[in-house]
């Protein structure tokens, strides 16, 4: 795009330049807080799905227990005992961004018949629960890093605009109309001088 080579030009120019170099070091900034809250919550998915991984792990023998017997019938069967009521979230703010906070998973109240099921049963139950609290407590982690993501794409563009383009572009606009209007300045003091010494011979 052409510049214009005046002064005005110049000190608007030199206005840009003023307001992106101000404006960078806040998006520079922002860059760097996003960066590291995506990672501390990557570390801290990592670690619910170890505690999870864990968890299951310990689950094993009732789940081994559950899936051969076969003196449950359909109506006994454990899903039917686990049913999630709702998630509650809240609405957090990092950066400019909101981001959804996880409260609590609540499950629909159901009574069983307490002869009609052996004794693991009731820890059974609890650690399902635990499992379906880190799968929704995960996935609310993980909506918070796509968010957190796509402003990072954002804000690295920007940094990216003021440093690699806006900034050098201004400075060279900035360059250019000083040349010009050094090189009219001079000419100006040239034809200054050449008029005078016709004056000087003319008297």
Do not use: C, H
């Amino acid at each position: 795009m052409a510049v214009k080579l005046t002064k005005n030009e110049q000190k608007l120019q030199k206005d840009r330049l003023k307001q992106f170099q101000r404006y960078l070091p806040t998006l520079q900034l922002k860059k760097q807080q996003l960066q590291m809250v995506i990672r501390q919550i990557e570390t801290e998915v990592e670690q619910m799905r170890q505690q999870q991984k864990q968890l299951v792990l310990a689950m094993q023998v009732w789940i081994a227990v559950f899936n051969e017997n076969t003196d449950f019938s359909d109506e006994l069967d454990l899903d039917t005992l686990i049913r999630i009521d709702r998630v509650e979230r809240s609405v957090g703010n990092i950066a400019g961004v909101s981001i959804p906070i996880f409260k609590k998973l609540s499950f629909q109240s159901i009574s069983y018949d307490l002869d009609d099921y052996p004794l693991w049963v009731d820890q059974a139950l609890k650690s399902l629960r635990d499992v379906s609290r880190f799968d929704a407590l995960i996935a609310t982690l993980e909506q918070q890093v796509r968010l957190l993501n796509r402003e990072l794409r954002t804000t690295s563009q920007r940094v990216n605009l003021f440093e690699k383009v806006k900034i050098p572009e201004a400075k060279e606009n900035i360059r250019k109309i000083a040349i010009y209007l050094g090189d009219q300045q001079t000419a100006a003091v040239v034809r200054g001088k050449i008029a005078k010494k016709k004056l000087v011979k003319e008297a």
